[in-house]
Nanobody, 119 residues
């Protein structure tokens, strides 16, 4: 059974850093595009960052460009999100997601990990 499990969330002060991890199992996710989404209370879920299967292509939302870095280790079936210079507006439930290169987001999601940034 396919499974994505996030970890690394927590409470941090503004300006601090956190590193999220997403461990994938049950499918050849090494060939999939992997992404991080976030959803704040009362708001829609939005993509934060994404990375191609090889790691050679990345995407970042404007709001996190220059502060967040997405990476992956296919040997470990794990994708990471390094978050620096965190702001209170980064507070949200962060989800790991996977899709086939030609597919759309929505088939594979983790359970989410909470990130809370205090001012």
């Amino acid at each position: 059974q396919e499974q994505l499990v996030e970890s690394g969330g927590g409470l941090v002060q503004a300006g601090g850093s956190l590193r999220l991890s997403c461990a994938a199992s049950g499918r050849a996710f090494s060939s999939y595009v992997m992404g991080w989404f976030r959803q704040a209370p009362g708001k829609e879920r939005k993509v934060v960052a994404a990375i191609s299967w090889s790691g050679g292509t990345t995407y970042y939302a404007d709001s996190v460009q220059g502060r967040f870095t997405i990476s992956r280790d296919n040997a470990k079936n794990t994708v990471y999100l390094q978050m620096n210079s965190l702001k209170p507006e980064d507070t949200a439930l962060y989800y790991c997601a996977a899709k086939e290169p030609s597919g759309t987001w929505g088939d594979y999601w983790g359970q989410g990990t909470q990130v809370t940034v205090s001012s």
